[in-house]
């Protein structure tokens, strides 16, 4: 019987530490961080290795922020429970839990952005859906002040890193999972951009209150297009650790070109 060939590649915290400093993170930068930790290969310790590796590159000064979502706290009718039938939206409206920054799980984010959620010292930012997590140096101005109906716009924690001149870092993930977009998209003018209502239960005077808010409405469709075009403007290098494509990217050009191409581009 033949055995199957090993494709993963197997990586220690100190091959991680060497291949991303390769990469061109460094100490002292914001980076965000969107990641497919299984794209790596065999990370030995998992998401934990991870996350300490790249806070051992950025060091005290520097400060490490992931999306901590959990955009299944919106209505049902937005399609967010799309396995469950309609007659059961209203069981959910009334029941689901209250968003809790310290307890509420990070939906469909990834293990290391759980994991980091959880990590020691760790600040989140307080919105229902849309939450961000961050640690080290600015992480709590990062996270501060998440307004409801400011989700991505001018103040905003995607808002804050662009401020702090941080990096983008897609690790095994492409461009529909760049967050940092929808900032672009917040501050470009076309035609189609509209306010829409959004519900989530929340915690309000220590009570569960079902809300809803107006904030602007989102569109990740053409974010791989952008962000191909994007690679290709400024002819970007494609690095690989493990089996996974890496991708490092200042935050602020990637933010202004992308504003300027939706202003063009989109309807």
Not at 45 to 58: F, K, S
Not at 206 to 217: F, I, N
Request: proline share 4%; with cysteine.
């Amino acid at each position: 019987m033949t055995e199957l060939q090993e494709t993963r590649a197997i990586l220690t915290k100190e091959d991680l530490i060497h291949q991303f400093k390769g990469c061109g993170v460094a100490e002292g930068q914001t980076l965000f961080v969107h990641a497919s930790l299984s794209k790596l290969g065999f990370v030995v310790g998992g998401a934990e290795t991870l996350i300490r590796a790249l806070l051992e590159i950025v060091g005290e000064d520097g400060t490490l922020v992931m999306p901590s979502q959990t955009w299944k706290n919106l209505d049902p009718s937005t399609g967010v429970h799309w396995q469950e039938p309609a007659e059961w939206w209203p069981v959910i409206r009334e029941h689901w839990p209250a968003y809790d920054k310290e307890v509420t799980p990070a939906i469909g984010m990834g293990a290391a952005a759980e994991m980091l959620r959880k990590w020691p010292g760790a600040q989140r930012s307080d919105h229902p859906a849309r939450s961000i997590a961050a640690v080290g140096r600015h992480a709590a101005y990062i996270t501060a002040d998440h307004d409801l109906s400011n989700i991505f716009g001018a103040g905003s924690p995607l808002d804050k890193i662009y401020q702090l001149n941080g990096y983008v870092l897609l690790v095994g993930v492409g461009h529909d999972r760049n967050t940092s977009l929808h900032l672009a998209e917040a501050r470009a003018d076309f035609p189609g951009k509209h306010m829409v209502d959004e519900s989530s239960a929340v915690l309000v005077d220590g009570r569960r209150e079902w809300l809803t808010y107006s904030t602007q409405a989102v569109d990740d469709s053409d974010f791989v297009t952008l962000g191909n075009e994007y690679e290709q403007e400024i002819n970007l290098k494609i690095h690989h650790i493990g089996n996974a494509e890496i991708r490092l990217l200042a935050q602020r050009p990637l933010v202004d070109w992308a504003t300027d191409w939706m202003g063009k581009f989109r309807a």
